[in-house]
């Protein structure tokens, strides 16, 4: 791993943050997680936008701006040997932490049979901030994986399907693509789907209703599109990657390796 602190690169093993940082103390941070295609950076001005929002959000004033920021990735990629590199940026109100590691694939049946999810109760506290001590996301993941799904499907007290613990989530309905804007995590893959599909709804749906979509899929960075095949052990539409979603993967998939 390349870890790059306050710009300077740093052996992974001596990388470190002063004990007393409020970072460390009460987890008062932001971080995003980035990836390149072939060497290329996928959307890195966006991502780190986000990150500057998520800072004002939680009302946290760095001292590292957009532009060291920005340089001190592309420093840190100046060293990056992998094809396929995970790039973590996590800013402090004082300190600048960068990672670069070798980006592990999604296990190619998630893509060709689509995965399974199950749902958990709640919606995380700051949904538009990105913030690295997010408890309640990462409660949510650990019972999916003990259920043996891959990922939780958030829905709220009222039952509204938000997104998905470390993703974001899309359904077809009619032939029509449709999405949430309430309370969720701007995702840059999301923007992404968005742009590429041409024409998406934006609105909410209840957990009965999303359950009987023609095709569900979720969006995230390190695994780009993902189809859902099937959630709490209902199937979704045939159990299978719908034509939408695999319109879309095939678009995503010449656009991020074009």
């Not at 052996?11 to 997680?33: N, Q, R, W």
């Not at 994986?145 to 990922?151: F, H, I, L, N, P």
Request: net charge positive.
């Amino acid at each position: 791993m390349i870890v790059s602190i306050n710009g300077k690169i740093s052996d992974e093993k001596h990388a470190c943050i002063p004990v007393m940082s409020d970072a460390f103390l009460y987890g008062f941070s932001v971080f995003e997680t980035i990836r390149t295609y072939n060497h290329k950076v996928f959307r890195l001005n966006d991502h780190l936008a986000r990150l500057y929002v998520s800072a004002d959000v939680i009302g946290m004033k760095p001292v590292w701006n957009f532009k060291k920021t920005y340089q001190a990735v592309v420093e840190a990629l100046e060293k990056d040997p992998y094809k396929e590199a995970k790039i973590r940026v996590i800013l402090t109100r004082k300190d600048l932490i960068v990672t670069v590691e070798k980006h592990q694939p999604k296990p190619p049946a998630y893509y060709k049979n689509g995965i399974s999810l199950v749902t958990y109760l709640g919606k995380r506290n700051t949904p538009r901030a990105k913030i690295l001590t997010d408890t309640f996301c990462y409660l949510a993941k650990q019972h999916a994986k003990r259920c043996g799904a891959v990922e939780a499907l958030l829905v709220d007290p009222k039952s509204y399907v938000r997104e998905c613990a470390y993703s974001n989530i899309f359904w077809v309905d009619g032939g029509h693509l449709y999405t949430t804007n309430k309370d969720i995590l701007y995702g840059i893959t999301r923007d992404t789907v968005i742009e590429l599909a041409g024409k998406c709804h934006f609105g909410s749906t209840k957990y009965k209703e999303f359950l009987r979509a023609d095709e569900i899929f979720i969006t995230q960075t390190s695994g780009g599109i993902i189809p859902v095949a099937e959630i709490d052990g209902h199937k979704v539409g045939s159990g299978k990657p719908g034509p939408m979603t695999k319109q879309i993967m095939e678009s995503f998939e010449k656009m991020t390796q074009g």
